[in-house]
């Protein structure tokens, strides 16, 4: 896999808080956005009001069409939508990166809760329906209020599960292009489930400080930890993504000795 | 529950590097420690090596004793031990606060992972074998190396999972006399699964980047996380826990607007 400077990233059921401000930072970052929905009238309106004037390579299609045309394919349905919809976009998707950014959760009277998904996590069903995909799972506690507002900062790390080192070295070089998101490696896909059921934790915390947390792993040294997400990328020419300014915050810059 | 200054308390299974941390920390910060083993000789001589010739309330006994005497009692067994040993202590323990910090964490090639636990995770499972007890989730992602060490940070915050506002609201005020911990409220103790789970998480993340992480909630502004924790607390006199420069990193500090 060969990065080019810039992506076509599709994101499926892209209509939602969490698509619409990825399709925006996936833009300002300099890739083409295909943003899908069932309906690519509904999606193409939601661009109209996404872009507001702005002059950025976002396009509302129909999943169908996004998944084909994508270099990158992003999952940002619904949980329930999930195991619906994607046995029917199987064949289009391929054996593409694939980046599950599905938080499968509920709520009752005591907050948010993680559902039981048969397959362990949102991202490993994706993985058992998409066989050949090379499923990624991340992003899930970027704040969809502050992706969609250019003018701030998204305050978190991106934590990064995948079983395919390319692929999770391509994402986190993703992640890194947001500015105020660093990219890490979370480790293997199996570990997803933690990733997406600590989004209940921080979900309860908004509620209860009426913030829109992110998280940040403490004492992880930039310089160590871009130089380990770059050995999971593979050798590639000068044409590689462009940094955006996803600047860490300087007191987390600190790293332990050996 | 009035809380006094200096509180007792009992590390049940403390012998370990969190325990002993954790005996530390909590005597650095004025308590009264009894970091409790099975043979409460090796416990004290655990604790001779501890102290180092430092003057702390710090005492070697049998988890028994410490259950008994503590006005607040750590579970730091390994996951193996609860199960095995807490309904020997449930009558000593009776109706006290019980912060259980254990994560129960398995290894193999792939790294780390989270054991299944028939209750949801090990709070929970302390919560049903001391049905009297008042179960906190706490500490998890506290490192025992930078605990040990009183010269430094802790740096992480510490997420306190419990179905008692009372008893959360002491645990919380506890983390907070660490240097470096600042106590979030992470909700109910149905979430205390996600807290062990990220561990498996920050532990993989440890690994890779030869760190001792923690991790911060972002935007989470200091002066409403202290007001609403201190909404969990009950009313008291002037003998308040006193504040031990738990500081929080200053732009880590900044908070979303109603």
Chains 1, 2 share one sequence.
Not at 131 to 153: G, M, N, S, T
Not at 167 to 173: D, I
Not at 193 to 208: C, D, K, P, Q, S
Request: some cysteine.
């Amino acid at each position: 896999m060969c990065l080019p400077d810039q992506l076509t990233i599709g994101l499926l059921g892209g209509t939602g808080p969490q698509g619409r401000g990825l399709a925006l930072r996936m833009a300002l970052a300099g890739h083409r956005v295909l943003l899908g929905s069932r309906d690519p009238r509904r999606a193409a309106g939601i661009v109209d009001d996404l872009l507001a004037g702005r002059d950025l390579p976002i396009e509302g299609v129909a999943n169908a069409e996004a998944a084909e045309a994508a270099d990158v394919v992003f999952l940002v349905f619904p949980y329930a939508g999930q195991a619906e919809v994607l046995p029917g976009l199987a064949a289009a998707i391929g054996a593409k990166v694939v980046v599950d950014v599905i938080n499968p959760l509920g709520w009752d009277t005591h907050g948010p809760y993680l559902l039981q998904v048969p397959e362990g996590s949102a991202a490993e069903q994706a993985a058992a329906l998409l066989p050949e995909a090379r499923v990624v799972a991340a992003f899930h506690h970027a704040a969809p209020k502050l992706l969609a507002d250019p003018e701030r900062q998204v305050e978190t790390d991106v934590l990064v599960a995948s079983d395919d080192p390319e692929a999770k070295g391509l994402v986190l070089e993703l992640a890194d292009q947001i500015p105020g998101c660093r990219g890490v490696d979370a480790g293997p896909l199996r570990l997803a489930r933690h990733l997406e059921g600590f989004t209940a934790v921080i979900v309860g915390i908004n509620r209860r400080h009426k913030i829109h947390a992110g998280l940040r792993i403490s004492r992880l040294g930039d310089d160590k930890r871009r130089r380990l997400n770059a050995e999971l990328r593979p050798a590639r020419g000068p044409g590689g993504l462009k940094e955006r300014g996803g600047s860490p915050p300087v007191d987390r810059d600190r790293e332990e000795g050996p």
